[in-house]
């Protein structure tokens, strides 16, 4: 059965950094795209940043393009997304999901297993 399951989350005050992680389990996430998403409350779910199944291609939504890094170790099975710089914008629950390819438009519905979240709240 496949299944992701993030960690890292925490209250950070804003400029500080933070690093979260995606652990996939039940399958080979090496043959997977995996992207991030965050969903702040009352707002949609967004799509924040994706890497291919290679790790060799990498996208960011603008607003977080040089303050986010996305990263995957595939010998454990995990994806990484570092945050520096945080705003209090950034605050919301950060889901992991896998699907076939990252794509520039990081939507949702271009992934199909999903993580159940990790809250990363932004706050002096």
């Known amino acids: 059965q496949k299944q992701l399951v993030e960690s890292g989350g925490g209250l950070v005050q804003p400029g500080g950094s933070l690093r979260i992680s995606c652990l996939a389990s039940g399958y080979t996430s090496y043959y997977y795209a995996v992207g991030w998403f965050r969903q702040a409350p009352g707002k949609e779910r967004e799509g924040v940043s994706c890497?291919?199944?290679?790790?060799?291609?990498?996208k960011y939504v603008d607003h977080v393009k040089g303050r986010f890094i996305i990263s995957r170790d595939h010998a454990n099975n995990t994806v990484f997304l570092q945050m520096s710089d945080l705003k209090p914008e950034d605050t919301g629950i950060y889901y992991c999901?896998?699907?076939?390819?990252?794509?520039?438009?990081?939507?949702?519905?271009?992934?199909?297993?999903w993580g159940q979240g990790t809250q990363v709240t932004v706050s002096s």
């Open positions: 890497v291919s199944s290679s790790g060799g291609i990498r």
């Open positions: 999901a896998s699907g076939p390819y990252c794509l520039p438009t990081i939507s949702p519905q271009e992934y199909d297993t």
